[in-house]
C-alpha cells in the first residue's frame, strides 16, 4: 500500500468527520476500527435520536485545563456548519429544549450521513481491524495490525476514551500518546450518576425513578434540569453535568423547585389558608413519595396556622437546600465522556498535530476537552475532526 496516505483510527464521530474533511481536500483516507460496527456511540446517542449538536455552542461550555484550546476549532467548523450538512441531505431534526438538536429519525440517520459522504469520497474503512505496534518512520508511521501492515504519512487518533466499554470504548489512544512521550492529564468519568453510600440511599429508597426539576451546584459550578432518584443514587440531566465538576469528598448542593422560593410560599400560604393542612400545600408541588422521604420526621396533617415559622423554614430547606456527598459515581461503564486526556498543550489547536511527532495527530475525545450534556461533546467531535482533516 502506497504510504501517501491518512489512517485514522476510529469509525467515531470525530474519526469519520476528519476522513470526510480530509478526503473533500484530496487525501487518500483509510479508517481502521476494532470494532464490528462503525460509529456505535452515534447510534446509542440522545436515546437513540443522536443530539447532534446544540445551538448555542460556545467554549465555555467546554472543561479543559486550557479552556482556550477548543475555541479556534469551534470556530472554524460551528454548529450551523453542521445543521447545514443535516439539511444538504434533507434529515428532518428538532430542537428538544435548551439549543438541543436531535434528529427526527434514529440516530442510524445521522450515521448514515457520515457513512454515505464517506462512500462518495472513497474513504475506505476497515472494521475488526486491532493494531499490535505503531512505530514511526522517516516519512510516516507503520502500523501492524491483525489485517496486515499499513504505512502512512499521517495518523489520526480519534479513538475516544475509557466511557461506555460496552461500545468498544479503551484507552488506546491515552497509551499510544504516552509511547510518544506526550503528557496525559488526570482522567475520570464525567456526565455520569453518582452513588450514594447504603446510610444516605436508606431514607430514598422508595425514590426510585422519581424527577423532578433542580438547580444543582457544585464548587462554584450549577446547573437546572431535572434530577432523577436511582436506586443506586442520583442520575437525570443536572446531576450528569455537575458530575463533571465534582471531585470525590466535595458536597453537592440540591435545590427543588428554584423558581419558588418555598420558605416565604409557606408563610405566604398559613396566612391566607390558615386550615389547609401542610401536606396539602407540599403536595401542589411534590409528589407524595418525595414529601414521604424528605419529611418523614414531621407530622404534615396538621392546619398550617399550627406550624411555627422555624419548622415551615427547616421543612422548606430539605427540599430547597439539600446537601449531600456522593460516595462516587457509576463509573465508566455509564459515562457519557471521559475527563481528562491527551494535554492540549501537546497538540496544535489549529491542526491538532502533536507539536513533538510530526504526522501524528489527536482528535475528540481522546483529548481533554469535554463538553457539556446537550450536543456539545459532538459538536467537538465534528469541530476537531473538520478542522484536523483539512491539515492532514
Ligand atoms: P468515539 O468513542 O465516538 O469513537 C471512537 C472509535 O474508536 C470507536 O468506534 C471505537 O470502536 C474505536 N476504537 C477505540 N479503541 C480502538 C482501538 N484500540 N483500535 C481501533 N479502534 C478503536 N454526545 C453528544 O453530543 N450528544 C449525545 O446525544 C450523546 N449521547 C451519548 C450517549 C451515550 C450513552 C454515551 C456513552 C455518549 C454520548 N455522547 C453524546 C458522547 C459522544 O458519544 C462522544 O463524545 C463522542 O462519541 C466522541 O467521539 P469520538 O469520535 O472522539 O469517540
Known amino acids: 500500500m502506497s504510504n501517501n496516505h491518512a489512517v485514522i483510527i476510529g469509525a467515531g464521530a470525530a474519526g469519520l468527520m476528519c476522513a470526510i474533511s480530509a478526503a473533500e481536500s484530496g487525501v487518500d483516507v483509510l479508517v481502521i476500527d476494532h470494532a464490528n460496527k462503525a460509529g456505535k456511540k452515534i447510534l446509542i446517542s440522545g436515546g437513540g435520536r443522536c443530539n447532534f449538536t446544540n445551538m448555542y455552542t460556545e467554549p465555555s461550555n ?187 469528598g466535595q458536597s453537592v448542593t440540591v435545590c427543588m423547585l428554584p423558581d419558588i422560593d418555598l420558605a416565604q410560599f409557606f408563610k405566604d400560604a398559613q396566612q391566607n389558608q390558615p386550615n389547609k393542612q401542610l401536606n396539602t400545600v407540599l403536595r401542589q408541588h411534590f409528589p407524595e413519595r418525595l414529601i414521604e422521604a424528605f419529611c418523614q420526621d414531621f407530622d404534615l396533617s396538621k392546619p398550617l396556622q399550627q406550624y411555627k415559622h422555624k419548622d415551615l423554614t427547616s421543612i422548606a430547606e430539605r427540599f430547597q437546600n439539600w446537601q449531600f456527598i456522593p460516595s462516587g459515581t457509576e463509573g465508566y461503564k455509564k459515562a457519557e465522556v471521559t475527563l481528562g486526556g491527551v494535554d492540549t498543550d501537546e497538540v496544535s489547536s489549529k491542526t491538532f498535530e502533536a507539536k513533538s511527532v510530526k504526522g501524528l495527530y489527536f482528535i475528540g475525545e481522546v483529548l481533554d476537552v469535554t463538553g457539556h450534556l446537550g450536543g456539545f461533546n459532538f459538536q467537538w467531535a465534528w469541530a476537531s475532526g473538520h478542522c484536523c482533516g483539512k491539515a492532514i
Not at 153 to 164: D, I, Q, R, T, W
Not at 170 to 188: C, Q, S, V
Not at 206 to 214: E, H, P, R, T
Request: proline share 4%; glycine share 6%.
Open 62 to 248: 467546554y472543561l479543559s485545563q486550557n479552556p482556550h484550546f477548543c475555541k479556534s476549532a469551534l470556530k472554524r467548523y460551528t454548529q450551523w456548519d453542521f445543521i447545514a450538512e443535516v439539511d444538504r441531505v434533507g434529515l428532518p431534526w428538532h430542537e428538544k429544549k435548551l439549543g438541543q438538536l436531535f434528529s427526527d429519525n434514529k440516530s442510524q440517520a445521522i450515521l448514515d450521513m457520515l457513512l454515505n459522504r464517506c462512500d462518495e469520497l472513497g474513504v475506505t474503512i476497515r472494521l475488526n481491524c486491532t493494531m499490535e505496534t505503531v512505530s514511526q518512520q522517516e516519512n510516516g508511521f507503520i502500523l501492524n495490525t491483525n489485517q496486515g501492515v499499513i504505512e502512512c504519512h499521517a495518523l489520526v487518533v480519534a479513538s475516544g476514551a475509557m466511557s461506555f466499554p460496552t461500545m468498544g470504548a479503551t484507552d488506546f489512544g491515552h497509551k499510544l500518546a504516552k509511547k510518544f512521550g506526550l503528557n496525559i492529564t488526570e482522567t475520570r468519568p464525567g456526565l455520569v450518576p453518582f452513588t450514594l453510600d447504603a446510610r444516605d440511599l436508606a431514607p430514598l429508597k422508595n425514590l426510585s425513578g422519581v424527577a423532578i426539576d433542580a438547580m444543582v451546584s457544585c464548587r462554584d459550578m450549577s446547573f437546572r434540569e431535572n434530577i432523577l432518584f436511582t436506586h443506586k443514587g442520583l442520575s437525570g440531566p443536572a446531576i450528569l453535568q455537575i458530575s463533571s465538576y465534582w471531585k470525590p
